[in-house]
């Protein structure tokens, strides 16, 4: 297989030689990095450009729609139906595509789900795309069930950083709202990506009126003596997670529950395309955030695009529209054919999300189908 991804990639690019990093005789276990050229920055081509001059330089991956949690906000309580493993990206396409997708200026990938370290050829994926010139961050994020034992050979292969989803610090509400035991595990992870080094560790909490905002202070302890940015997340609506605007805690809540209990409270310079606002407090070793979907959307610095695990492209995580590159690229279009989808679709993305009781009414999928 790592000889097939090999000539795919030279025939399709024809730019680089992949084959000292995806050599056939290399154990799918043995993650250490091939010796490459230090990346150059690459000019971004219009492909990545919206028509309000936004350049898009994240790509999000969804490896898999499956899941090891149930989590009321992504999951509906009976399940979701799985896309046949047949119409699902493979190994190949996903390098693939996302060779591509870097070729023309992205240099951020962060791989989602579902759950991406259920998929067996993880390691794989990180060693392939960590080595695609041009990529500078290699990004990931998991629930953390089964994480820990993973991580030392997927930092290896190329893993920079590292987002964990926590919803509660209380095992009992772990369990009612995932639908599964595993809590103990998860904060295993958190502690072995400290220990390996990852910089901030980032702890991604869901934020709902009635179940965990009675927590936001426990979880802003954590910051105190560890190097945790703990992001707090306004609900959102996808299908099947029931929400309701009265399970929404706004930004200006939480941040007023934070400023009470603790002093000292700064905020960070944020990049123009920060999803979250990053504040620090006095004393503390780590940091604290807010993603304001909701209330205060940051549409207007939106950098980011989204390759779903059956290979369908989203420009927008709350805009209904998707593109297929999974059936043009089996039918053998090459790669301007490929740009001339995105590009097209890039260039239909609107200038804001619709609000969030609009969004609430449009149809959207679930989101273990679109990606973490």
Same mark, same amino acid.
């Given at each position: 297989?790592?000889?097939?991804?090999?000539?795919?990639?030279?025939?399709?690019?024809?730019?680089?030689?992949?084959?000292?990093?995806?050599?056939?005789? $290399?154990?799918?276990?043995?993650?250490?990095?091939?010796?490459?050229?230090?990346?150059?920055?690459?000019?971004?081509?219009?492909?990545?450009?919206?028509?309000?001059?936004?350049?898009?330089?994240?790509?999000?991956?969804?490896?898999?729609?499956?899941?090891?949690?149930?989590?009321?906000?992504?999951?509906?309580?009976?399940?979701?139906?799985?896309?046949?493993?047949?119409?699902?990206?493979?190994?190949?396409?996903?390098?693939?595509?996302?060779?591509?997708?870097?070729?023309?200026?992205?240099?951020?990938?962060?791989?989602?789900?579902?759950?991406?370290?259920?998929?067996?050829?993880?390691?794989?994926?990180?060693?392939?795309?960590?080595?695609?010139?041009?990529?500078?961050?290699?990004?990931?994020?998991?629930?953390?069930?089964?994480?820990?034992?993973?991580?030392?050979?997927?930092?290896?292969?190329?893993?920079?950083?590292?987002?964990?989803?926590?919803?509660?610090?209380?095992?009992?509400?772990?369990?009612?709202?995932?639908?599964?035991?595993?809590?103990?595990?998860?904060?295993?992870?958190?502690?072995?990506?400290?220990?390996?080094?990852?910089?901030?560790?980032?702890?991604?909490?869901?934020?709902?009126?009635?179940?965990?905002?009675?927590?936001?202070?426990?979880?802003?302890? %954590?910051?105190?003596?560890?190097?945790?940015?703990?992001?707090?997340?306004?609900?959102?609506?996808?299908?099947?997670?029931?929400?309701?605007?009265?399970?929404?805690?706004?930004?200006?809540?939480?941040?007023?529950?934070?400023?009470?209990?603790?002093?000292?409270? $700064?905020?960070?310079?944020?990049?123009?395309?920060?999803?979250?606002?990053?504040?620090?407090?006095?004393?503390?070793?780590?940091?604290?955030?807010?993603?304001?979907?909701?209330?205060?959307?940051?549409?207007?610095?939106?950098?980011? %695009?989204?390759?779903?695990?059956?290979?369908?492209?989203?420009?927008?995580?709350?805009?209904?529209?998707?593109?297929?590159?999974?059936?043009?690229?089996?039918?053998?279009?090459?790669?301007?054919?490929?740009?001339?989808?995105?590009?097209?679709?890039?260039?239909?993305?609107?200038?804001?999300?619709?609000?969030?009781?609009?969004?609430?009414?449009?149809?959207?999928?679930?989101?273990?189908?679109?990606?973490?």
């Amino acid at each position: 297989m790592r000889l097939c991804i090999s000539k795919l990639i030279k025939w399709h690019r024809g730019l680089r030689d992949f084959s000292s990093a995806i050599a056939p005789n $290399k154990s799918p276990s043995s993650c250490q990095k091939a010796l490459t050229d230090t990346p150059k920055d690459k000019p971004s081509s219009d492909m990545l450009t919206d028509s309000f001059g936004r350049l898009h330089t994240y790509l999000r991956i969804s490896l898999t729609e499956r899941c090891n949690l149930r989590c009321q906000y992504c999951m509906p309580a009976e399940g979701s139906e799985l896309t046949p493993s047949p119409q699902l990206l493979t190994q190949n396409e996903i390098v693939l595509l996302a060779n591509l997708f870097v070729s023309c200026g992205v240099t951020k990938i962060r791989l989602t789900g579902g759950e991406p370290t259920i998929r067996k050829d993880i390691e794989d994926i990180c060693l392939q795309l960590s080595n695609l010139s041009g990529l500078k961050t290699l990004a990931m994020t998991t629930n953390g069930i089964t994480l820990a034992n993973k991580l030392p050979r997927l930092k290896e292969c190329g893993l920079s950083l590292l987002n964990i989803s926590l919803d509660t610090l209380v095992p009992a509400k772990f369990e009612f709202m995932t639908r599964r035991k595993g809590h103990d595990r998860v904060m295993k992870s958190i502690y072995a990506a400290i220990e390996l080094g990852y910089n901030p560790v980032k702890v991604n909490c869901v934020v709902m009126r009635g179940f965990n905002d009675d927590e936001i202070c426990d979880f802003v302890e %954590l910051t105190r003596e560890k190097p945790i940015n703990v992001r707090f997340i306004e609900f959102m609506p996808f299908d099947g997670n029931v929400w309701n605007v009265k399970k929404l805690v706004p930004y200006s809540e939480m941040m007023d529950i934070v400023g009470k209990q603790f002093t000292g409270i $700064k905020r960070i310079l944020d990049d123009p395309t920060e999803t979250a606002k990053n504040f620090r407090i006095d004393g503390h070793q780590g940091t604290v955030s807010f993603i304001t979907s909701m209330t205060e959307h940051f549409c207007a610095g939106c950098n980011r %695009l989204r390759l779903l695990a059956d290979g369908n492209f989203k420009v927008c995580l709350f805009g209904p529209s998707e593109v297929g590159l999974r059936d043009p690229l089996r039918s053998g279009a090459d790669d301007n054919e490929l740009k001339e989808i995105i590009g097209a679709a890039v260039k239909r993305k609107k200038a804001a999300h619709a609000g969030m009781f609009d969004i609430a009414k449009t149809p959207n999928r679930p989101m273990v189908h679109i990606g973490g």
